[in-house]
């Protein structure tokens, strides 16, 4: 395939496979830097299933997703330990199906069930990967660089075509266009040919136009509703893309009035920051506005959906033939080294990343490996 990197180990340096790695494993319930150990003796998995393949991580990315589980699930659920994160690249030592050989350099993505079923996942050196859960990386980007493309983007795919079926020449919103999953969106939506409109605050709106956003909100400034209410946009929104997971359901309630009679409101999923009073009212306020309250009874006319990020072969290949042509490029953050893992899960939680922060876990090799 043209512009794809096949390289074979002799080119590649694949060096042989050891018995243990170094892996971060989650070994209790809490924040990252009370969850995760770095441990150095942990097993390389030696057994590969038909339909699997062994990588040698060089780069990880991380999501909301990794740190909310480490935070928020039971024992029964994150069995412990467990090697936490989803996103990743490097290149395969070890293939048991057709459709990689070994040298191949990959990204791809262990999705959450399988994370938790298998206690595998990217913050390690080695990892086992269903074959139809990886894409080959074009030469011209760096494992940093496509790490963090599939959970982010997957959902953005999702989200844009999978549920609100966006079609050419429609205008979309996308609520959080610095977000990694809503800078995604806003690159798939402007290589559809539609008209995209994406908020972010003051600091970002260079970012979120340079993707090509073609007009810019500035959520801080004032309540979105107010001002999209205030000054509607010409043709209304076909799809709103509420890419950061608003609890607030009022961006919803209030959009008749700058959505058109047949569009659409894809959430990220909304969940509550904290378990206080003021959180769980905002909570039972948006449960009652999406899922409870009857048109008759004021409901809101338009349909409400979220989007649940499915590792779907077809949407991933689609992905990366996006990539490899250049429509959608990947957004890095930051990149931090294996040892500092802690350090880029500071930086996610924040809640300021600006694109995807990335942990290079393989740095004996050329990034733009
Ligand atoms: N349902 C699924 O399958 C799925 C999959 C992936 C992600 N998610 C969820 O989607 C959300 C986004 O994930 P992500 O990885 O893209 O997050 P992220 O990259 O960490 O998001 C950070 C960005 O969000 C922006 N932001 C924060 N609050 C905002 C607000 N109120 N309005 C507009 N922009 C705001 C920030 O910009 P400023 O600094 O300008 O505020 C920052 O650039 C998370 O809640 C995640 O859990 C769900």
Known sequence: MSGIDTGRPQDRGVSEIPSKQRAWHVVKRGKPSE????????????????????????AAALNPVGFKIMQLAPGFIARKPYVPEHDLAGVVVESNDPAFSNGDNVYGIIHVQLNLKTRLGA????????????VLKPENLSAVDVAGIPLAALTAYQALFDIAHLESEQCLLVNGGSSAVGAFAIQMAKAKGCKVTATASAKNEEFVRGLGADEFLDYTKAPLESQLSENPPSPKFHVIFDAVGLLEPSLYTKS???????????????????????????????????????????????????VSMNPKKQDLDAIAQMVSEGKVRPLIDSVFSFQDALKAYEKLKTGRAKGKVVVEVDDSVDVNG
């Open 35 to 58: 969850a995760l150990v770095l441990a150095s003796d942990v097993p390389v998995p030696s057994k590969l299933a038909e339909g699997e393949v062994l990588v040698k991580v060089r």
């Open 123 to 134: 913050l390690s050196q080695y990892t086992r990967v269903p074959a139809c859960n990886l």
């Open 256 to 306: 008749p009035a700058y959505t058109t009679a047949d569009g659409i409101y894809v959430s990220t999923g909304p969940q509550p920051k904290a378990l206080n009073a003021r959180e769980m009212k905002t909570t039972a306020k948006m449960m009652w506005e999406v899922f409870l309250r009857p048109r008759w009874l004021g409901g809101t006319k338009r349909k409400w959906r979220v």
